[in-house]
């Protein structure tokens, strides 16, 4: 996934980080001329919304039952049985599910045995709201510190399992205290099999998604994803393209995350651009932000265990997956 490389964006200076070339270190922007700047106000979510029903230990489960499997590497009886597996929670939970597969082609010319797995809770409603996370793991750990180690898979306990673990926790509890609008679940495949200095090398299954949609003209109002969401001690900056797709939505979910007590998590400042699944839907033209652990004022940027083989459940923490999951089940119980 993701690493830095300087780029100049239209009106602001920022570091893009694309699935490969690793460099210089994200400029940082303090983010608080945003809430000043939105023309409408976002909701006020602690008036509407019930707290304490995400439920941590039910999503480190989720995370930890991903990780059982081995990693989720694409064409391996691990990605396989996990397929399988992620289809019936979503049907558990009371999801309409459908499994798209497609045979997507790698920049190194391997063919890839691709599924991604969407789901709907109430299909009937007209408005929905996308939410999404990749859940294939990364086929090498480029990034380990020990040279010998960087042919091996990664677990992905982080990178990958844990924004799914957390939309399987929301979802559960929205089957147990339904909402009236539309959800949509999308754990996208292919997104961890592409290489440094090729942006196009990432994220096939969204590609691939957005050009043959599930449903005939399908557009939900907004899709909001989640990327490396259960480290330890992580931090969560507005992303630059996600401002400059949803900013209103960004705003409401940082505000929502503030309100709960989850400040020192959610940080209300620009971190950087983030090359990740949500462009191919901002391209689309659906309206998406991205939840993605960042360090401003880090060298690395992301986790330090990202695209290592410890990547695994000693860096998960219930509390970061609480941290995320309690503010989007509390943002998305006030529309």
Request: glycine letters at 8%; one cysteine or more.
């Amino acid at each position: 996934m993701k690493t830095y490389t300087l780029l100049a964006l239209s009106l602001v200076a920022a570091c893009f980080i694309a699935c490969g070339s690793n460099s210089s270190k994200a400029v940082s922007e303090n983010m608080n001329f945003l809430a000043e700047s939105e023309s409408v106000a976002p909701p006020d979510v602690m008036e509407s919304s019930p707290l304490g029903d995400f439920d941590a230990d039910s999503a480190y489960y989720y995370v930890e039952k991903q990780v059982e499997f081995g990693p989720r590497v694409p064409n391996t009886e691990a990605h396989r049985l996990t397929a399988l597996w992620l289809a019936e929670q979503l049907k558990r939970h009371g999801a309409k599910v459908t499994v798209q597969n497609a045979r997507l082609e790698a920049f190194d010319g391997t063919i890839l045995n691709a599924k991604n797995i969407f789901g709907q809770i109430n299909p009937d409603a007209k408005e929905r709201i996308l939410l999404l996370a990749h859940w294939d793991s990364r086929p090498w750990a480029d990034k380990d510190p020990d040279p010998e180690k960087r042919i091996l898979p990664v677990d992905g306990a982080n990178d990958g399992a844990s924004g799914v673990g957390v939309i399987l926790e929301i979802a559960r509890q929205l089957k147990l205290n339904p909402v009236s609008k539309g959800i949509d679940i999308l754990f996208v495949d292919a997104e961890d099999w592409g290489t440094d200095g090729d942006d196009e090398s990432w994220a096939l299954g969204t590609k691939y998604f957005v050009e043959n949609p599930p449903l005939k003209n399908y557009s939900p109002q907004v899709a909001i994803l989640l990327d490396m969401v259960g480290g330890e001690n992580a931090t969560f900056c507005r992303e630059y393209f996600s401002e400059r797709s949803a900013p209103r939505v960004a705003e409401s979910v940082w505000q929502t995350a503030g309100k709960l007590g989850y400040g020192k998590y959610f940080l209300n400042r620009l971190g950087t651009a983030v090359m990740d699944d949500h462009v191919q839907l901002i391209k689309a033209g659906i309206p998406a932000i991205d939840i993605i652990e960042y360090h401003p004022d880090d060298d690395l940027g992301f986790n330090s265990r990202w695209h290592t083989t410890a990547d695994n459940m000693e860096g998960i923490s219930t509390e970061t997956l609480n941290a995320v999951g309690s503010t989007l089940l509390t943002y998305l119980r006030s529309l």
